[in-house]
């Protein structure tokens, strides 16, 4: 049995399907992994910021919802928790750039089904999004692998120094690269096919682990402990 099989057929599908997107590339993304999934106009429904969502909720019951927690009014988790309050067995997958402990944890708990990082390419935000139609709950391996590592107790050498190139990722790595040659956040975005607010997100996380305030001293930083040539 092909392991799609029990996907809903296009006149199942629950409908209509919401998307909380603001950045418009990741929209028009999106529009084309639903329609792939049999989707037609009449039953998407597509906001830019939680007070649009808010009002438009008021008018258009939705049945299943993709959300993105970085929107330009606050943070979708607040939205996450109302949805899932008005209707306990919707679906909700995140669909964000965020990877950090405290924002899947709080998206979790607010009553998202998955968590995917945006990063990632059209198949495996398709698997998410299928998943969820299936009634599972997909998490990224990224995610999953670092909830793990936060629960489990530390190794007895976990005071030994970390080996250089654990430190940052190896996406990281390669955006730290191209700061250190002088790329923008867009020029980056552009080389990498991401989105700014993903690269954006990516330099943050290299902040915190490296405990700098700035790309210059992220760059010093990195060579001073062997990341960068």
């Known amino acids: 049995m092909n392991q799609f099989s029990i996907l809903p057929t296009e006149s199942t599908l629950p409908s209509p399907l919401l998307v909380v997107e603001d950045e418009p590339l990741i929209r028009k993304r999106l529009e ?10 009449d039953a998407l429904i597509f906001t830019a910021s939680i007070a649009e ?17 970085g929107l330009p009014d606050g943070n979708g988790i607040d939205l996450i928790a109302e949805l899932r309050q008005a209707d306990p067995g919707m679906g909700i997958l995140v669909i964000s750039a965020w990877s950090t402990e405290d924002a899947i ?6 009553g998202a089904n998955g968590y995917v990082l945006k ?3 059209d198949l495996e935000v398709t698997l998410s999004i299928r998943s969820v139609l299936r009634g599972g709950a997909p998490i990224d391996p990224f995610i999953a692998r670092r909830i793990i590592a936060e629960l489990q107790p530390s190794a007895p050498t976990a005071n030994k120094e970390q080996p250089p190139e654990s430190v940052l ?20 975005a552009e080389s990498l096919f991401l989105s700014r607010y993903t690269v954006e997100c990516h330099i943050k996380n290299i902040y915190r ?17 062997g990341l960068l040539s």
Not at 105 to 110: I, P
Not at 169 to 188: F, W
């Open 209 to 225: 682990k490296l405990s700098v305030p700035s790309r210059t001293k992220a760059v010093s930083e990195a060579r001073a402990r």
């Open 32 to 41: 084309g992994i639903l329609r792939g999934l049999g989707y037609t106009d």
């Open 53 to 69: 969502t808010r009002a438009c909720l008021q008018e258009h019951p939705v049945a299943m919802a993709l959300v993105d927690l």
């Open 169 to 188: 990722s190896v996406r990281e790595v390669q955006i730290l690269k191209l700061v250190a040659d002088g790329l923008t956040n867009r020029e980056i």
């Open 105 to 110: 944890l709080a998206a979790l708990r607010a």
């Open 119 to 121: 990063e990632r390419d």
